[in-house]
């Protein structure tokens, strides 16, 4: 079992920066990933980025990529999503998911196991 939980959600203007975070616990294991999807109303659940827990490397969707840094801090345990130059189309629910083992990156949401709760990020025009 991995349990996820996310933080750091909010309102903020579009052009402005928000850091979410994913605090990651139980059992990981190699080729663990973890990953960002969200999901907007009356949208699918859409991936934004992930992780490989073991090796570090990221990945992310192409709407996102420039705009979006994924990290990691092991001492905490903890994954983080930087969000810059936010847009009105970022407004969405944000979940922290984790699933494996994966040998590459994986968007698809339905081959991750564990869900965190979700985090609102509206962001104004």
């Known amino acids: 079992q991995v349990q996820l939980v996310e933080s750091g959600g909010g309102l903020v203007q579009a052009g402005d920066s928000l850091r979410i975070s994913c605090a990651v616990s139980g059992r990981t294991f190699k080729f663990l990933h973890i990953a960002w999807f969200r999901q907007a109303p009356g949208k699918e659940r859409e991936f934004v980025a992930g992780i490989s827990w073991s090796a570090g490397t990221t990945y992310y969707a192409n709407v996102v990529k420039g705009r979006f840094t994924l990290s990691r801090d092991n001492a905490k345990n903890t994954v983080y999503l930087q969000m810059n130059s936010l847009k009105p189309e970022d407004t969405a629910v944000y979940y922290c998911?984790?699933?494996?083992?994966?040998?590459?990156?994986?968007?698809?949401?339905?081959?991750?196991?564990?869900w965190g709760q979700g985090t609102q990020v509206t962001v104004s025009s």
């Open positions: 998911a984790a699933g494996g083992p994966f040998y590459s990156n994986n968007y698809d949401a339905n081959r991750y196991d564990y």
